[in-house]
């Protein structure tokens, strides 16, 4: 489990585009398997001491509802991974009209996901743009633990835009 758990984070990271060149990804990353690595753990534990179990007091399914919750919970991460990833994407290179090459920093706008109530976080970040440098220069993104929400609820997510930056005034 350990192994499909942090070869899920390595998906995530690549689908969202990002790289281990960029400046703290590869440090970013690790803590992610640090904390995937202690929830398999902790997981284990749980499903091993009858956490999880239905017995002759508890024939209501809460205990496949318990565990249903916390492999949800998996998902939010893998997401936030993919948060993560996305200002982690290395500036593209292209070739002006004069044949010079010239570094673009993508640019993401914060959107708000489909939950009913939002963060006072969340709630102001929607909408902004600010390129891939500055987001990851400011710590935030989607399902972070830093947010009001703590990210375990948070549904928001980057979306690559052609809009210019509004600069890192955050």
Request: charged share 25%.
């Amino acid at each position: 489990m350990r192994d499909a758990t942090i070869a899920a984070i390595l998906l995530a990271f690549l689908l969202g585009g990002g790289s281990e060149d960029v400046a703290g990804a590869t440090e970013r990353l690790n803590e992610q398997r640090r904390i995937a690595n202690e929830s398999v753990d902790k997981l284990a534990d749980d499903i091993y001491s009858g956490e999880f179990e239905e017995t002759p007091d508890r024939t209501d399914g809460a205990g496949r509802d318990k565990l249903l919750a916390r492999v949800g919970l998996w998902a939010v991460a893998l997401a936030g991974v993919y948060s993560m990833s996305q200002v982690h994407t290395p500036p593209k290179v292209t070739t002006d009209a004069d044949g010079n090459e010239v570094e673009t920093e993508p640019v993401f706008e914060w959107v708000l996901g489909g939950t009913i109530d939002h963060c006072t976080d969340c709630l102001e970040l929607n909408g902004q743009t600010h390129t891939a440098a500055e987001w990851r220069a400011a710590g935030i993104e989607p399902q972070s633990p830093d947010l009001e929400c703590g990210g375990w609820n948070c549904d928001c997510r980057f979306e690559l835009t052609d809009s210019p930056s509004i600069g890192s005034d955050f």
